[in-house]
Nanobody, 122 residues
């Protein structure tokens, strides 16, 4: 059974930083591209960042470029999202996802985590 478990969310002031983590089990982690999505109240879930299986390629939504960094540690079966210069509009539930390839995880992931809440106060 595949499980993706996010952690690291919380309340932070605007301009602050948070690092999200997502631990994976039940799959061969290095065989999957990983991604982060977010969903704010009343809005659709949106892609935030993705990383290829080896970490050699990454993609970001324009809204987070230069502020967020996705990384992975295949030895720990974990993907991270470092979020800097946080803004109130970054407030959302953040979800980890796994897919066969970077383009797949961005469009239609195979697996989802349960999410972690990030709240940025202005």
């Amino acid at each position: 059974q595949v499980q993706l478990v996010e952690s690291g969310g919380g309340l932070v002031q605007a301009g602050g930083s948070l690092r999200l983590s997502c631990g994976a089990s039940g799959l061969t982690f290095s065989n999957y591209a990983m991604g982060w999505f977010r969903q704010a109240p009343g809005k659709e879930r949106e892609f935030v960042a993705g990383i290829a299986r080896t970490g050699g390629s990454t993609k970001y939504a324009d809204s987070v470029k230069g502020r967020f960094t996705i990384s992975r540690d295949n030895g720990k079966n974990t993907v991270y999202l470092q979020m800097n210069s946080l803004k109130a509009e970054d407030t959302a539930s953040y979800y980890c996802a796994a897919g066969f390839a970077l383009i797949t995880v961005r469009r239609k992931p195979d697996y989802w985590g349960q999410g972690t809440q990030v709240t940025v106060s202005s």
